[in-house]
């Protein structure tokens, strides 16, 4: 599934290509992917309103349209927002948005993505989306706060770092990356992190988004940006998919095991489940 870095790809190749456009047309192959309205309803509203601008919060994107609303976006597992210069035969779209000049299309191959017309301004009623956290790579979540979502909590960290309510826009792959960088095990309980370690988890996040972006996003499967090509950050990963193979700073082998039902690597000598106080 895209996170934070992949979504920020998205919008950045995107963006030059579709603000400032006006939209002329709608063509929904898939009704199921308009979760809050129907065909018609999305026609309406949308046509022949202007694009003023793409944002992310998390791993949703938001078209901002002239008038009072914006149309939200979630990718999901498989969905591909692509630009196309020209009409083209496409029978994978789901959807496709015609520009003045230049087309929007979206693919899904498992259409659990989706479009929400939600007002620009104030509560959208979109399942999750109110009640979003701050953005991993906003100014918003300092160590400070992070601090503050762990302290007294029972959770494993893990688990606290993939709800969205505590911070937007992290999954599966950079939780284990940052878990790895700041040698803290995945399992470990929210609560026994040290005031040091959180400093040091959160500039590990920092770091491996900076380096996910950088890199164009990872791509295990299915990511492509807004022209269709992969990330290389797939290539630069220290323990996500190695599961079995020697641990970059130690040799030792890296291990893999569920932690609330997520596949997770780490290093059992590395990542140890308290360490020990450190003399430096
Ligand atoms: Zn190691």
């Given at each position: 599934m895209p996170e934070l870095p992949e979504v920020e790809t998205v919008r950045t190749h995107l963006a030059p290509y579709v603000v400032g456009k006006r939209i002329v047309q709608v063509e929904v192959n898939a009704p199921n992917v308009l979760k809050n309205t129907t065909v018609p309803g999305f026609r309406n509203r949308v046509v022949g309103k202007r694009i003023e601008g793409l944002v992310r919060r998390g791993k949703y994107l938001q078209f901002l349209l002239s008038g009072e609303q914006a149309v939200l976006v979630h990718l999901r597992m498989t969905g591909k927002l692509l630009y196309r210069p020209a009409l083209q035969e496409e029978p994978r779209a789901r959807l496709r948005l015609h520009l003045q000049k230049g087309l929007l299309v979206y693919e899904d191959v498992r259409t659990f993505g989706g479009f929400w017309l939600v007002p620009k301004t104030g509560p959208t009623g979109v399942p999750g989306y109110d009640t979003l956290g701050p953005d991993a790579a906003g100014e918003a979540f300092t160590a400070a706060y992070l601090r503050q979502c762990l302290a007294g909590k029972k959770r494993m960290i893990k688990a606290l770092l993939l709800d969205q309510h505590v911070?937007?826009?992290?999954?599966n792959i950079y939780v284990d990356e940052a878990l790895f960088a700041a040698h803290i095990r995945p399992d470990r309980q929210a609560a026994t992190i040290s005031r040091t370690e959180v400093g040091k988890l959160h500039a590990a996040i920092g770091r491996v988004l900076a380096q996910g972006l950088a890199h164009g996003g990872t791509t295990i499967r299915d990511f492509v940006d807004s022209n269709g090509r992969e990330g290389t950050n797939q290539s630069f990963l220290q323990v996500y998919g190695r599961e079995g193979m020697p641990c970059p700073h130690c040799g030792t082998r890296l291990v893999y095991t569920k932690v609330s039902g997520r596949g997770t690597r780490y290093c059992p000598h590395c990542q140890r489940k308290r360490r020990r106080t450190q003399h430096v």
């Open positions: 911070v937007a826009g992290l999954g």
